[in-house]
């Protein structure tokens, strides 16, 4: 399985929390990512995003077609990314449009075996696959892609 945790591109300060848009800078970052995804997209992706309006924002700049999942909101956590994404189990390759700290926390997992709080910047994307190699499980990072790379 692949899984790609993009963080939300830029927003604006304010409140309500969930209602805060893109910024002008945001929608170039979403859109800059979008199309590095467009080009290395994994076969049958599927794409979650919080219910926020920034996450809907920069998933849209990607696909029109995605879930929103509410237990990827920002008060949501590790355990939540893995149930709604199937790690490591599920097939093909699923993309979450979501918030830290649950992001970093699960990249920290992922890499180290233990949950951390390592920051994944906004509009960068981590790109993560499951494999078996000689009867053992491994993840291994295929990519990390900052929006002002991309």
Do not use: Y
């Not at 939300?8 to 002008?24: C, Q």
């Not at 800078?25 to 199309?35: D, F, N, P, T």
């Amino acid at each position: 399985m692949d899984l790609l945790l993009w963080r939300h591109a830029e927003a604006v300060e304010g409140s309500p929390d969930h209602a805060r848009e893109l910024t002008e800078r945001g929608l170039k970052q979403a859109r800059g990512i979008a199309a590095w995804l467009d080009e290395h997209r994994p076969k049958r992706l599927r794409v979650l995003a919080s219910p926020t309006v920034r996450t809907r924002q920069t998933a849209s700049a990607f696909v029109d077609d995605f879930e929103v999942a509410p237990g990827l909101g920002p008060d949501g956590g590790v355990a939540d990314i893995l149930a709604a994404t199937g790690w490591p189990d599920a097939r093909g390759a699923c993309l979450v449009v979501g918030h830290q700290p649950a992001l970093g926390r699960l990249a920290a997992l992922l890499l180290s075996g233990a949950e951390a709080d390592w920051t994944i910047k906004k509009g960068a994307v981590w790109w993560f696959t499951n494999r078996v190699r000689d009867g053992e499980t491994q993840t291994v990072l295929r990519a990390v892609v900052s929006s002002d790379l991309a």
